[in-house]
């Protein structure tokens, strides 16, 4: 066993120049079958034996081949615990919708929610209502609910093919969208230039106030106004995260041209507006990953080589942390961007090559990437791991789930970029590791979330025969039919008695370090679930699961022109 700080990898062979291009917005179209018309010649009996002798053979040399050639259609359908789990996590995000219910919502027991949020005198964001509501309670945040969507869109892009062979494309996308138009009414979208941003719905505190954290009711039942929160200057990570949520969306969307131009303008003013609140904190400020997190996705979907070159700078790598190393390094999840940066700029490296001055620290997120890689696995001393084989990505801080999910969807993803590159593997150190290693380590997390764990406990709500029935969570603790108080809905958080509305497709915090799990409500730490780890979960899910084309090399890079890697103007000197 060694630790992955140690090691010091290798570089990998890229393909061709005429590889990478051929990958580069060409979709494979199918060729037209030729007809062929057979006119009628002369009544020669030996040319008619001759050609149905002709016919025969060739038929059966077509229907052999057909037997034993390989066939460019979708895999069969099959009932892997994968493609089971993903339409139950998402409908989680259903259950979470705040405001007016679409029509074709699928959770009974949810009804239209806070349709006043924003919407009183004076207020100059009347149009609040809608999004979702983060976690158990009440409270819509605008940073979980960027990371949750730009996640959703995330695994879209790289697996639509899936989605759509489950039939859950449409479903996934009319989410992403509900959380995107939330996202766009919480600043002033139409202008150019923002200086405040919408960050929170809702109160937390322990205020006697009636607020989110004090008082346990049904959303439909709050009856008090909600406060929120404007930010001004000290939210650059929040910007920048909205920023990569819309941005992301925006490739997804790119067959609806007016929402997809709404998404990138929006985009570009929120990155703008976190550049410019960044300049005036201080460098220790831990939002520098969140820029380069957004900066990557401005790129890939306006192409516009100037974010490029700003997230290929030295120094904006350094601030956000990828030369430290530390105990969080590889810990990819709401609260650090920097892991799934490092694996999208090294899958633009191996597919496009970006040449100089780029290419200089895409090969270093390259190699660091292949390090995050290391750590994954059980072979090397940089993550603990639970005896059932959970890994410990937060050393054994509470919700260990969510930072496990996540990283069985960039194993998976990796393992994909490497099989599509021609690549068999990559090194830790002078160990070559081949990328089945990698999907082997994502099932292993997948599966212990589904319940194969000393529990034999399913994480995810309504999946198999044993799950939590006591999540953490308002909606579902109490009665549809019941309306209490601020106060009356205390006596339901407390009970011990399983929650009367089933929250399916939860993920829960899960276990501890010990593997132990305590289905207690009023303990969230164990029971509650959140946007932004069921948004990791879903992307793992439908990452392994089987069916469809596999992953997109194209659609990510479908605003990137091959020649448009010419350095950037320099800016005019002040």
């Not at 150019?192 to 205020?207: A, N």
């Not at 000290?234 to 910007?239: L, N």
């Not at 700003?310 to 190393?325: I, P, Q």
Request: with cysteine; aromatic share 12%.
């Amino acid at each position: 066993m060694r630790e992955i700080q140690e090691l010091e990898l290798a570089s990998l062979t890229q393909p061709s120049p005429q590889m990478k291009a051929s990958w580069v917005r060409k979709p494979t179209i199918a060729k037209k079958k030729k007809k062929f018309f057979v006119a009628c010649i002369a009544r020669n009996k030996k040319f008619f034996l001759w050609l149905g002798g002709v016919l025969t053979v060739s038929s059966i040399i077509a229907i052999t081949l057909s037997k034993t050639l390989p066939h460019h259609h979708d895999t069969p359908l099959t009932q892997d615990n994968s493609t089971i789990a993903l339409p139950m996590a998402l409908k989680f995000f259903n259950a979470q919708i705040s405001g007016k219910l679409p029509e074709n919502n699928n959770v009974s027991w949810r009804g239209n929610s806070c349709l006043n949020d924003g919407n009183f005198p004076g207020s100059l964001y009347p149009h609040l209502a809608g999004g979702y509501y983060d976690a158990g309670g009440s409270i819509k945040s605008t940073f979980a609910t960027s990371f949750s969507m730009t996640m959703l869109s995330w695994s879209v892009i790289e697996y639509g093919s899936k989605y759509q062979h489950v039939g859950e494309l449409n479903h996934v996308k009319g989410l992403i969208k509900w959380g995107t138009d939330y996202l766009l009414n919480t600043f002033t979208s139409s202008s150019d230039t923002v200086f405040e941003m919408v960050s929170q719905i809702g109160r937390s505190g322990r205020s006697k106030i009636p607020n989110e954290s004090y008082c346990w009711m049904r959303p439909e039942d709050i009856n008090y106004k909600r406060d929120f929160a404007v930010c001004y200057t000290d939210c650059p990570h929040i910007a920048a995260g909205m920023a990569a949520a819309l941005a992301s969306a925006s490739i997804i969307f790119s067959d609806v041209a007016e929402y997809s131009a709404t998404l990138i303008h929006s985009a570009k003013t929120m990155y703008t507006f976190a550049e410019a609140m960044s300049t005036k904190l201080k460098g220790s400020d831990p939002h520098w990953d969140e820029l380069i997190w957004s900066g990557t996705w401005m790129y890939f979907a306006t192409g516009d080589i100037t974010y490029l070159a700003k997230v290929t700078s030295h120094d904006l790598a350094n601030r956000a942390g990828a030369f430290s190393h530390g105990p969080r390094y590889g810990v990819f999840g709401w609260d650090n961007k920097l892991a799934g940066t490092q694996l999208l700029l090294t899958r633009l490296r191996l597919f496009l090559g970006p040449p100089f001055p780029y290419e200089d620290m895409l090969s270093i997120f390259h190699k660091q990437t292949n390090i995050v890689m290391c750590s994954y696995l059980p072979y090397y001393t940089k993550f603990n791991r639970t005896k059932g084989g959970l890994i410990l990505l937060n050393h054994g801080d509470p919700e260990p789930l969510q930072y496990a999910a996540n990283a069985a969807f960039l194993a998976t993803l990796y393992s994909d970029y490497l099989d599509a590159s021609d690549t068999p593997g990559w090194y830790c150190g002078s160990n070559f590791f081949k990328t089945q290693v990698l999907r082997d380590f994502a099932t292993s997390q997948v599966d212990y979330i589904l319940g194969k764990n000393p529990q034999n406990l399913s994480y995810l709500v309504g999946f198999g025969q044993k799950y939590p029935k006591h999540v953490h969570h308002m909606g579902a603790s109490i009665p549809k039919n019941k309306k209490v108080t601020c106060e009356g809905g205390w006596k339901w958080k407390e009970s011990t008695k399983e929650n009367p509305n089933t929250i399916e497709g939860a993920m829960v915090a899960g276990p501890d370090k010990n593997d132990a799990f305590h289905d207690v409500r009023v303990n969230y730490n164990y029971t509650q679930a959140t946007l932004v780890g069921n948004a990791g979960l879903v992307a793992a899910l439908v990452a392994s699961s089987r069916g469809g084309r596999g992953f997109d090399k194209n659609t990510i890079f479908s605003a990137i022109t091959p020649t448009s890697f010419a350095p950037p103007s320099p800016e005019p000197e002040t």
